[in-house]
């Protein structure tokens, strides 16, 4: 299976199919994205004209893969890993689905919203938009800390597409909204986290990146 990944080191949603990449060894030929520069950007064009990334092209089956969590599964059904990241039990696999869209949508995007305005024009900002993003981060925060078991993974003793999503989500809100004290249980899954292998990995390639991070302070392991 020859597979070539597009993605930028330093963005979030990569992070999540890097992790399940790494997660079981599975090999790939990495291409950076890099759309500030025309020539990469043009290329990446070719491959997926709206220009998001990560994108997964299997050339064996001629599948041009977008979608973060579309890549995992896509990884799952065809590069037969030896631990798959969508369980196979279906009361395992809704949770496994429906965490990965809680911490892309509860999390990714106001962290998202907040990490673009910082990329506008001084006189585009949208002080009011950053402001309710981080409201909306807290919230989300104590709405997972609630549900949150002590130990573990996200919906239990297995590492899952959930937590490929859980590591980026929580490593740059708790960036721009550090987790502190106030949610304990949260901040100890996300310790766990970054004890992983496979995550450690991604944030250790991320690093030379994090002083493009538009904002202050910026990321730091
Ligand atoms: N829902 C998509 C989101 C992809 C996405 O927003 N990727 C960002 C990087 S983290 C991107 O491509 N940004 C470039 C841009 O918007 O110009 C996924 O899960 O893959």
């Known amino acids: 299976m020859a597979l070539k990944l597009y993605f930028h080191p330093l963005a979030s949603f990569c992070h999540k199919v890097l992790i399940a990449l790494y997660e079981n060894a599975l090999p790939f030929d990495p291409v950076i994205v890099d759309l500030g520069n025309e020539t990469s950007r043009e290329a990446f064009r070719q491959v997926w004209p709206p220009l998001k990334f990560p994108v997964l092209v299997d050339e064996a089956r001629q599948a041009t893969v977008a979608e973060s969590a579309t890549v995992i599964d896509y990884l799952d059904s065809f590069a037969t890993p030896e631990r798959p990241l969508i369980p196979h039990d279906p009361d395992l696999a809704w949770q496994a689905r429906m965490w990965d869209r809680l911490f892309d949508d509860m999390l ?87 004890q992983r292998p496979s995550v450690a990995r991604v944030m250790r390639e991320a690093q030379p990146y994090f002083p493009m991070f538009p904002l202050n302070p910026k990321p730091s392991i």
């Not at 995007?109 to 309710?132: N, T």
């Not at 239990?156 to 597409?161: A, K, M, N, S, V």
């Open 108 to 194: 990714q995007m106001p962290m998202q919203k907040v990490v673009l305005d910082a990329l506008r024009p001084a006189d585009s900002r949208d002080p009011f938009g950053v402001e309710q993003a981080k409201t909306d981060i807290r919230t989300a925060f104590a709405f997972m800390e609630e549900r949150w078991s002590q130990a573990g993974w996200a919906i239990g003793p297995d590492f899952t597409l959930a937590d490929c999503s859980a590591a980026p989500a929580l490593f740059y809100a708790d960036t721009i909204c550090p987790l502190g004290e106030d949610f304990p249980r949260l901040k100890a899954y996300f310790k766990r986290l970054k």
